[in-house]
């Protein structure tokens, strides 16, 4: 498989799987409303099927993640680990029938703007290990 | 107009602890994973099963978890979600307290932008 087409293939799984986790950690809360610290809220929480989409979600999104940091460079790999705030927004809009509101749009774009730049401190300020270095050269 | 949900004590407090523990939870885990006296394969593995790091790193996962879900049950999700970003902000200042990470400039940029977004969420909605 070409290297490209790994990555987007690797990005996309994870934020499939970032998304899946978030959506069913929103349906599985909604069943157990209202919230409470007791028992029974748990009790809510286990018996509803949701709450094991949340699990699978992680436990597939950390798989992913740990699959792509062999091969991906830290930097465009953090920043795209976060774009599922994105895909979660737009997603609640057809599932929850959610707004987009100005302040949600705004605030978005500015975590957006602040990711990137935090994936290219990654890159480009990124001192790397001797043990990095040397793993890089043998490659 | 019911399109966004005011943010009650119970949400403050769900989100201040979510970012309170998984912050502890994160730096646990390094603590855990960083440690070079902690040797090779199953052996590291045993070394830090005997000491408390990665065990204060699954339990802070599993209150966490929790907490996420509490959370997201009593805001809009495409609201609450963007308010969690600030989970990146908040371990990246206490690696640099702890761990003596540098924020560069582009980190600060970073942080500061992630920052003004939550803050943009939160106080419009």
Known sequence: MKRGTFYLLGFALLMLFDSVGAISFKYAGDHALPVEASVAWLLRIFTHPWVYGAVIGYVGAFFTWMTLLKHAPIGPAFAASHLEVVSVMLLSVWLFNEHLTLGRVLGALAILAGIVCLGFAESYEHVPDPEEVDSATRR | MSVTT????????????????????????????????????????????????????????????????????????????????????????????????????????????????????????
């Not at chain 2, 199953?42 to 802070?60: D, E, K, N, Q, T």
């Not at chain 2, 966490?64 to 970003?85: K, T």
């Open chain 2, 6 to 125: 005011p943010i009650t004590p119970l949400i403050a407090t769900l989100w201040l602890l979510n970012v309170i523990i998984d912050t502890v939870g994160q730096l646990a885990f390094k603590a855990a994973a960083g440690d070079e006296a902690a040797g090779d394969g199953l052996v590291r593995w045993i070394y830090m099963a005997r000491r408390p790091w990665i065990w204060i790193g699954i339990g802070s996962y599993v209150v966490e978890f929790l907490i996420w879900i509490a959370f997201l049950s009593l805001l809009p999700l495409s609201e609450a979600i963007l308010l969690g970003s600030i989970n990146i902000v908040a371990i990246m200042v206490a690696g640099h307290f702890l761990f003596g990470e540098k924020l560069t400039r582009l980190r600060l940029s970073g942080i500061l932008l992630v920052t003004l977004g939550v803050a943009i969420v939160g106080a419009v909605g």
